[in-house]
C-alpha cells in the first residue's frame, strides 16, 4: 500500500529525527564563494569574467592554436596542393570539381583555388571543415562547458539571468539548453525538457532553433570573420530577447516560474569530464561528417549541372531586394540545410573572390544563423514537438527570418553601409 | 538481473556510474523519444550486471518531461535492483525517492553519496540506524574520491524488497500508536 | 511576526509556518516544508527570484512563488 504524500513526509520527518543531526556549523570559504557567485553585485562581474574565459579559451584553444597554427597549413599548403597536383582530370573535369576543387571564374578564365573553403571539394572542404576546423571547436566547447556543469556554475548562472529570462516567458534554466546549443543545437533541444510547461518548451525550442549558431558554426565564423563576432551575437542576442518578447505574448499557456536546486560547488573529476566529452564529441563526428561530406557532393552536383545557377537567378531578386545580399547567397543557404559550418565555410569562399561587401558578409553570417535550423536539429525538433507544435515552430522561424532579416536590411541602409 | 542508479539531479550520479562500470560504457536511446541514457556494466561477484543510470528524477509524480521518462524506465524494469543514490547532506528529500521506489516493491540499496560535503556541513547520519529502521542496505560513499564503493558493490545482493508498512510501524506508525 | 518569505530581507531568518497548496509538493521535494528554518541567502533585484537557504541547501525560487510561503519570523 503506498503512503499519501503527507504520509510519507512525516514517515521522513520521525526517520530524520533518529538518524540525522545538523551539528553547529561555521560558513567556511566555499559557501562565502557559492553566496557570492549568486548575489547580484558580486555574481554578474563574475558570470561575464567565466564567459569571457569561456570565450578567451574557445578563441585561443581552438582558433589560434589548432585552427590558425597547425590545420589550415596542413590543409592549404600541403593536402589541397597536393591533391591538385595528383587527382586525375585536372580543373574543369567533373569528378575533379566534386572530389578536388570546383575553381572559379576570373576575369573569364576558370582559376584553381587557394584555400580549402574556396575549392569545395568533398576531399578537400569537405575534410577541411569538420577536421581543420570544427572539430577543435566543439573539443574546446565541451570541455569547458563540462566543466562548468561538474563545478556547479550553471545553476547560479541561472538565478543570474532568471529575471531576464522571465520576461520572455522562460525562466532562468533555459539558460542551460542555451547555452548547450552553443555548442550544437541538437543536444540543445533535448534540454529543453526540464521546463514544465509545453509553451516554454515551445518558446524554447523555437529560440534555440532561430537565435542560437552551433559550436561549429561559431568555430567557422570565428576563422572567417573573428572582427565581426561582437556585432554578429548581439545581432542574434537582441533578436533572441526581442522575438522571445513577442512569442511570449503570443503563444498561449502557462510560463511557471523558477524553482531549482542550487548544489554546492564541488571540484570536477576529470574522469567524468573525458568521459563526457568524448561521447559529445564522438557524437558530433557521428552526426555531422556524413553531412559535411554529402552537402559538398550535392552542392557540387547542383553547380555542374546548373541547377545552382537557376537557383540563384529565381531567388536573386528575393535575396538582393528583401535581405541585400547578392544571389551567389543562394548556394550557401541551400548549403545550410544540411550544415550550418559547411554554409558559412561557403560564404568565406565567396569573400575571397571578392564578391560581398563587409556588410553582406554580416547580413549573410546572420541569415545563415536564423534562416533554417539544420537538419539534424530539424529531426530532433520534430521527436520533441508534437505536429502543431511543430508547425508553430516552422511559422514563427519563418515570420522571424524576414521580419528580422529584412530588419537588419533596413538598419543597413540607413546607416549607409548595405 | 539489471541494476538501476536512481537519484535526484545534482547527487554525483553521473560520477557515481563513471566509477561503477568499466571501460564499456555507451549511451543509449530510450525507445520512441530523444531521451538518452548511460549504460555499462558493473562487476559483481565475478559476474557482469547491466547498469543503467537513470535520468535524475525528484520524486515519482514527474512535474517535467525529463522525470516522466525516469519513471517510465524504472517501471519497465521490474526485475532490477535499485542503487538509489541520495545526497547525504539532503537526506530528508532523498529519503522521499527512496521510500517512494521501495513502496513500488523494488529491491533498494541506498547510498548515501557526497557523504564528505555532508562532514563538511558538520551533519552526521546514523547509517547503521537508518538501516535497521528501513531494513535496505544503507552505504555512505564519497564518489569523487571512490569512498565507500566496495562495501556498495559488495552489498548489493543484500537488497531485498521491504513492506512500507514494517517502516512505518517501526517509527511507530499507524493509526493506534500516533496517539502515544 | 508572520510574514511572506518574498518580503523577507537578506540573511533574516524564520520558520516556514503555510505553503500554498499549489507549490506545495513541488517545494517539498526542495526540501523546504512547513516547520523547516529558512534563511534568506539572496534577493535578485527587479523582481527576480529569491535564494533561501533550508537545512543547508540552497534552493531559489520566483518571487511569485515565494509569495505563496508564510514564514514566522523570530
Known sequence: MPLSVDERWDLIDKISKQTVTFGAYKHTLKDAIAELTVKPLTGIPVAIAVIYGFWSFFCDFAGTLFTDGFMVRLFDEHWLPWLQSVFPGGLGNPLYALMVDAGHIENGVLVASDTCFESFGVLTSGLFVPFGVVLWAVVAFYLMFAILEDVGYLPRLAVLVDTVLHKIGLHGYAIVPTFLSLGCNVPGVTAVRPLETRKQRFLMITLLAVFIPCGAQIGIMQDLVPELMGWIFLTLAIGYLGFGFILNKIVPGKSPEIIMDVPPYQMPMWRNIASKLWIRTSRFLLVAVPFVLLGCLIVGLMYLTGAMDWLAAVFGPLLMGWFGVPEETVAPLIAGFLRKDLAVGMIGGLMEQGIMTTFQVFTSVVLLCIYFPCLATFVMMLKEENWKEFLGSIASLVAMVFVYGGLIHLVGIMLGVA | MKILLMGHPNVGKSVFFNRLTGAKVFESNYPGTTVDFMKGWMRIGGEDVELIDVPGTFSLEPKDKAEEVSVEMLEENQDSVVVCVLDASKVERGLYLALEIIEKGYPVIIALNMWDVAEDKNISIDAVKLERILGVPVVPTTAVSGEGFKELVSRVKDATPVKIELIVRSMGGGESAAVS | ?74
Open chain 3, 1 to 74: 511576526m508572520a510574514k511572506k518569505l518574498s518580503e523577507m530581507n537578506f540573511d533574516e531568518e524564520g520558520t516556514v509556518k503555510e505553503i500554498e497548496e499549489e507549490f506545495r509538493k513541488q517545494i517539498a521535494g526542495m526540501g523546504i516544508r512547513v516547520g523547516k528554518k529558512v534563511r534568506m541567502a539572496t534577493k535578485q533585484p527587479i523582481k527576480g527570484p529569491v535564494v533561501v537557504e533550508v537545512d543547508k541547501a540552497i534552493t531559489s525560487l520566483g518571487l511569485g512563488v515565494a509569495a505563496k510561503i508564510v514564514v514566522e519570523e523570530e
